[in-house]
């Protein structure tokens, strides 16, 4: 139901854009969200989005972007001035009937896509 894409490898400084296109959901009435993880540690919360409202986790703040297109069902994150410890392999995830006090929680999300990676060097 999620197919994530637009991982890749930049420069420090530079910018990605990924994209999570949904299917088999009405769109504007789910929770979408961002996850990140490395090797060894647990899924770090990036950026969600309900309705017209965004959350973001603290590393990211300012820097990074969810937003969606309701007509493509597609869900995006706009990476701008990327670091190399943003480097992580990205997961979308969908969450129906979240309380929105738990969308930095990744086990509220049932539905998951396969993940992209980023790679930001140096």
């Known amino acids: 139901q999620l197919q994530a894409s637009g991982g890749g490898l930049v420069q420090a400084g530079g910018s990605l854009r990924l994209s999570c296109k949904v299917s088999?959901?009405?769109?504007?009435?789910?929770?979408i969200a961002w996850f990140r993880q490395t090797p060894g540690k647990d899924r770090e919360f990036v950026a969600a989005l309900w309705r017209t409202a965004t959350y973001y986790g603290d590393p990211v703040k300012g820097r990074f972007t969810i937003s969606r297109d309701n007509a493509q069902n597609t869900a995006y994150l706009q990476m701008n001035s990327l670091k190399p410890e943003d480097t992580a392999v990205y997961y979308c995830?969908?969450?129906?009937?979240?309380?929105?006090?738990?969308?930095?929680?990744?086990?509220?999300?049932?539905?998951w896509g396969q993940g992209t990676q980023v790679t930001v060097s140096s």
């Open positions: 088999g959901r009405t769109f504007n009435m789910i929770t």
């Open positions: 995830a969908l969450g129906v009937n979240l309380i929105l006090s738990s969308v930095r929680q990744a086990g509220q999300y049932g539905y």
